[in-house]
């Protein structure tokens, strides 16, 4: 069983249009994560969720918008989708969301997206 | 200039050689992170230190705090061990964000 996964694995749109990218995981974590991963490789952490809490929300435009429906689950909703928008998104779980203390993180597959 | 520096940026071996990848830092942690991305993309975590040394099968991740740099070793490397390997560390001030390097890029030739 895979433990955070994440559909779709490729996403290949428009200028303009709105998309959404959806994140499972089964292994009985509260806490979610949101990371973009550009050209360069850096990663970078977007939102957190505990127990369907927003706890980080860094400097994320706007048309970015997170959404927990269940501590399970973490979708991400982009609308009017723009070329620098362009990366791999990668969704992440950890027990308690502390990560910075040194908790584990896992994460998913990666979900690619092309804005053309 | 990022908080976690790595180096090298890219590292290229030999199939059978020492590999030593480093990583530093600028602020106080409380704890270190290495993680390995595979050429598919996907990212599994290797390592959490706060101290000292840690070793699974081939791989030796040791940290030093009063220096404030951490290194991660693979003996024997084998092809497969090509990928990225990302530092990340928690800063002392915040038990929920990490801050991440940029990674190093690992071939090993056969």
């Known amino acids: 069983d895979t433990a955070v996964s994440q559909t779709p694995k490729y996403l290949v749109t428009q200028m303009g249009n709105d998309k959404s990218i959806k994140c499972e995981q089964n292994?009985?974590?509260?806490?979610m994560y949101w990371y973009k991963q550009d050209s360069k490789k850096f990663l970078k952490i977007m939102f957190s969720?505990?127990?369907?809490?927003?706890?980080i929300n860094e400097t994320v435009p706007n048309r970015f918008s997170p959404k927990s429906p269940d501590k399970a689950h973490l979708n991400l909703h982009i609308n009017s989708l723009e070329l620098g928008d362009s990366a791999v998104y990668f969704c992440?779980?950890?027990?308690?969301?502390?990560?910075?203390?040194?908790?584990?993180?896992?994460f998913g597959p990666g979900t690619r997206l092309l804005v053309l | 200039k990022n908080e976690v520096e790595q180096s090298p940026q890219n590292l290229t071996a030999q199939e059978g050689e020492f590999i030593t990848i480093n990583c530093s830092y600028s602020?106080?942690?409380?704890?270190l992170h290495w993680l390995q991305q595979h050429p598919g993309g996907g990212i599994v975590s290797l390592f959490m230190?706060?101290?000292?040394?840690k070793k699974h099968g081939r791989l030796i991740a040791t940290i030093n705090i009063q220096e404030k740099h951490s290194s991660l070793h693979i003996t024997a490397s084998h092809p497969r061990d090509s990928a990225v390997y990302i530092c990340?560390?928690?800063?002392?001030?915040?038990?929920?964000?990490?801050?991440w390097g940029a990674g190093t890029k690992l071939i090993i030739k056969p």
């Open positions: 969720y505990n127990n369907k809490e927003l706890i």
């Open positions: 230190l706060s101290s000292g040394k």
């Open positions: 990340a560390v928690g800063p002392w001030d915040s038990n929920y964000q990490l801050i």
């Open positions: 992440a779980s950890s027990q308690d969301g502390l990560a910075g203390a040194g908790e584990t993180q896992y």
């Open positions: 602020v106080g942690i409380s704890a």
């Open positions: 292994l009985g974590h509260d806490t």
